[in-house]
């Protein structure tokens, strides 16, 4: 039986790493800020067989000590300050948690000699590439990221392989492009038009307010993503791998096909900030654009080439983008009946 300890367990990537390694027998403890609560635990009943320590990615001390105490046969790092626009606000905690928490964790195997026993992954994202004149991309494309969040992450992926490279030590970057699930935070734009669909379907709300429409993303499902993270960890020797879909689809689109789940047809009328989406059949105005929403700076177009993954992993995505608004919204919409 393996041993995994994963940091930001309760997000939406650690949620679906536990499940699917406790699918596979594995002991699994996670690194948390403050414990789950009740319901949470409720939603995802398999969360009650995780041993949960408190604290935070920041704190070198605490890294420290759980490593030495589990001593894991795999480490997923997933904590960090995620939000690319709250990166923009809070950029200090952001480099500490983003670029240094991989150090620490990285610092506690080699110093505890853990490097021949312990395999790591290190989260990515796709905005390191940021503006890029290259599309798709891939493990060769050069990386310009534009937010500090995509910073942050960058720092990580150098120090991960310097690591590697430098004391032989198994550490996997995984480059993962935009990953949606019903329980993805509310605060991403994509929960955000799921849960906003919902409730305006259940006539507790009126109107979305967005911001860049046009921008355009490779999304999949964080189920099939977290199985490719799995994967990494169990090759023979380390690698760096981009997951993704390879299909791109704007926030506009995200918005209408989220809509024609619960039966809506949006018509758009105006342009740029004034620019609105209505009801084809009512007229009513359901979309508006707020310009709090803009990032400082936006990557216009994000797409990945997972070919190398297919190759050596075996993994390709199995949720298409029709599929995964679908799940999402009929979920959002049994979550707003319970509420009301």
């Not at 009650?48 to 105490?69: C, M, S």
Request: contains cysteine.
């Amino acid at each position: 039986m393996k041993t995994a300890f994963i940091t930001g367990i309760t997000g939406q990537d650690g949620i679906y790493l536990t499940r699917l390694l406790m699918d596979k027998n594995y002991t699994i403890h996670g690194l948390v800020r403050k414990l789950p609560n009740n319901e949470l635990i409720t939603m995802h009943p398999f969360l009650k067989n995780v041993k949960f320590y408190t604290g935070d990615i920041t704190d070198t001390a605490t890294v420290f000590k759980l490593i030495a105490e589990i001593q894991p046969d795999e480490i997923y790092n997933l904590a960090a300050m995620s939000h690319v626009k709250a990166s923009f606000n809070n950029p200090l905690y952001t480099a500490d948690a983003d670029a240094l928490g991989i150090v620490r964790i990285l610092e506690a195997v080699k110093t505890l000699k853990l490097h021949q026993k312990t395999k790591i992954y290190q989260a990515l994202s796709s905005e390191l590439f940021g503006k890029c004149e290259f599309s798709p991309q891939n493990e060769k494309t050069p990386f310009n990221p534009q937010n500090p969040y995509a910073i942050a992450k960058l720092y990580s992926y150098w120090m991960s392989k310097n690591y590697r490279d430098a004391y032989g030590m198994f550490i996997a970057n995984g480059i993962l492009y935009n990953h949606e699930s019903p329980i993805r935070g509310e605060d991403y734009v994509t929960r955000k038009i799921t849960l906003s669909v919902a409730k305006i379907k259940h006539g507790i709300q009126d109107t979305i307010y967005l911001g860049n429409l046009d921008v355009m993303r490779d999304w999949g499902f964080a189920g099939d993503y977290v199985e490719a993270m799995w994967k990494m960890l169990q090759l023979e020797h380390p690698e760096d791998f981009v997951i993704a879909t390879g299909i791109i689809h704007s926030v506009r689109q995200f918005v209408e096909q989220s809509f024609q789940q619960v039966g809506i047809t949006i018509e758009w009328h105006g342009t740029g900030i004034k620019e609105i989406g209505i009801d084809k059949n009512t007229g009513t105005t359901l979309v508006k654009i707020d310009p709090q929403f803009f990032r400082p700076i936006d990557v216009d177009i994000l797409v990945g080439d997972a070919t190398k993954a297919e190759r050596i992993l075996d993994w390709t995505p199995k949720t298409a983008f029709s599929e995964l608004i679908k799940i999402m919204v009929e979920s959002d919409l049994q979550y707003i009946k319970k509420l009301k």
